[in-house]
């Protein structure tokens, strides 16, 4: 099938795309098509028809990406380009931002470790666990307000913490247990 019809496939293709390189990348895409279509089961009876089809499904989808682009590009922007600068990319990907990221975590992973136990239990059941404030005061044998005072003293650190990095400020110190006085 491969030999039979693909320099007609490519000359139609070529005439359409007016890129030679392109209409290869386009018959050899139409080709695997149609073979995965074979290998699958399905029954191919006319394969050439099969193969201007898909040709001319792919003809469609690369105009419509065309349109796309020239829709959203910038009048100055080369959109077919590959250089370095023209790629974009996640900026989660980027090692400034993973950096960032994980500098957070680890903030704030701290300031949870600083907290004092039974607040940090709390916070954890609660947070990462997904136990309600009353579930967490009947695990923990504790009352409800102080599941909520812990939870609250939990958050608030955290987000001292995080807007103490956010300014690239140190960070918050952690909560401290309170001790009562004996008087």
């Known amino acids: 099938m491969v030999t039979r019809y693909y320099r ?7 005439r359409k795309v007016s890129d030679r390189a392109t209409a290869a990348d386009l018959a050899q895409e139409s080709y695997a098509r149609v073979l995965a279509s074979q290998q699958a089961g399905s029954m191919v009876r006319d394969p050439r028809a099969l193969l201007y089809k898909t040709a001319r499904n792919l003809l469609i989808d690369q105009g419509r990406r065309g ?11 080369d959109v077919d380009s590959d250089e370095p600068e023209n790629t974009v990319g996640p900026t989660a990907l980027e090692p400034d931002a993973a950096l960032e990221s994980q500098q957070m975590v680890n903030a704030i992973l701290a300031i949870i470790d600083s907290l004092p136990p ?10 990462f666990d997904g136990l309600t404030h009353v579930e967490v005061a009947a695990h923990m044998g504790v009352s409800v307000k102080m599941v909520e005072q812990h939870v609250r003293s939990a958050v608030e650190a955290c987000k001292r913490c995080r807007d103490g990095v956010d300014d690239n400020a140190p960070s918050a110190p952690p909560l401290r247990r309170r001790r009562r006085s004996q008087e």
Do not use: G, N, T, W
Not at 8 to 14: G, R
Not at 118 to 127: D, N
């Open 118 to 127: 039974r607040c940090r239990q709390a916070f954890i059941l609660h947070k």
């Open 67 to 77: 349109d796309v682009r020239a829709r959203f590009a910038e009048p100055d922007d």
């Open 8 to 14: 007609e496939l490519l000359s139609f293709l070529s």
